[in-house]
């Protein structure tokens, strides 16, 4: 199925008083994209931002009883606040992102109701096409206003809208997702691209298949919502289902814990790519404090300088995706990324959902050290691929 698309009309958006200070640390080079920022006073919504969204606990597997699933998107969470010619972009964190996402809030002015609150997903496709791409939806959040500019039309995101928290002037979040979800299908049916509907189900069976196959298209699992359920700001009543493999990785690094020197904080993961390069994939770091310092002794004989180690300042300067890389990363401008390089001689067992790109999603966790590996028999060819599916069936199945 290919999306439809059609030219958008020109219209403005006005976001909260926001800078990047917020999410990256660093100052805008010019004037925010867009009308001046807004005050709360413009706006007046049943819910007013911020409001934190609803959350989702982990489970093994789809749940029993009433419920509706739908995927698990794979972005950024945001609620989207609109009221006449006013559009906010709320995220978890409550920071607006407004003025990240310019190309958004023109759509949200041509395709969502004049009053509403929606709650739903930022994300983006890759270059291929047929599948989500996280990393480059990361770099549409920068500083510059130029920058905000230029990425909106060479890496346009999209919205994936899943519930409901307001309509004109009635309050939503206190109903039952059921009669939300049938409010939210009326409220988006004359909505196109680049706003979509998500696709919903109450067939386990259906819900099971979208969980295998959709992870081929950068889909992150599926969630499920009881159907007499209301909405929760910041409660996890929620749940979701997703992906969990392991992998082999060499252990080439560590930071130490935020407590202070002698603890662990995590270790860096390597995996040799087919060049034989050891390539950085992620982190574990969730370890008891006691094991943080057993681990911090264990380690100091592996301790090296970075002259001939693979994440060594002349590999960042080749282009390569190193640990070093981060430590001036806009992410976390107010962070220590900063690492001990190791040699790469101890291999650990980590658990993992899946991967983004070479690089794992999410942090991953520790399953067990393996003394029988060797650090070189750790590559990417270990790692489990899901079958591709396409992403225009997945982003069109809402409107099934």
Known sequence: MLLAERPLCRAEGRGLAQ????????????????????????????????????????????????????????????????????????SRRERPMTRYFPELVEAMLVNLPPRCVVDGEIVLIGATGDRLDFELLQQRIHPAASRVKLLSGETPARF???????????????????ERRAALDKALSPARPPIHLTATTTDRAVAQQW???????????????????????????????KHERTADCVVAGYRV??????????????????????ASVGVIG????????????ELQPLV??????PW?????????????????????????????????????????????GVRFRHTAQFVRWRP??????????????????DLADVLGAGRG
């Not at 911020?50 to 789809?62: D, F, H």
């Not at 994936?160 to 059921?178: C, E, S």
Request: aromatic residues 10%; contains cysteine; negative net charge.
């Open 211 to 241: 969980f295998e196959e959709f992870e081929g298209a950068g889909l992150d699992g599926v969630i499920a919502k009881p159907l007499d359920g209301i909405y929760q700001p910041d409660k996890r009543v929620m749940f979701k289902i």
């Open 160 to 178: 994936v809208a899943f519930d409901l928290l307001a309509l004109g002037d009635t309050d939503w979040t206190k109903r039952p997702f059921a």
């Open 304 to 309: 090296t300088t970075f002259e001939g180690h």
């Open 19 to 90: 800078t990047a200070e917020a999410v990256s640390g660093a100052k805008p080079d010019g004037e925010l994209v867009g009308r001046p920022s807004v005050t709360m006073g413009a706006m007046r919504l049943p819910v007013m931002p911020p409001v934190k969204p609803m959350l989702a606990k982990p489970v093994k597997a789809l749940p029993e009883g009433s419920m509706s699933f739908e995927p698990k998107w794979d972005g950024f969470r945001s609620i989207i606040f609109r009221d006449g010619d006013e559009v906010e972009i709320g």
């Open 372 to 389: 029988d590996r060797e650090p070189e028999s750790c590559t990417y060819e270990q790692l489990e691929e899901p079958v591709k599916f």
């Open 312 to 356: 060594a300042w002349a590999e960042q300067e080749a282009g390569r995706r190193t640990p070093r890389k981060a430590e001036g990363s806009r992410w976390a401008a107010d962070r220590d990324l900063s690492f001990t390089p190791l040699r790469p001689e101890r291999v650990v067992e980590v658990r993992y959902d899946h991967m983004e």
């Open 257 to 278: 814990h935020k407590s202070g020197a002698g603890r662990i904080g995590s270790l860096l993961l390597g995996l040799y790519n087919d060049d034989g390069e050891l």
């Open 286 to 297: 969730a370890f008891p404090m006691a094991r943080r310092k057993e681990l911090f002794d």
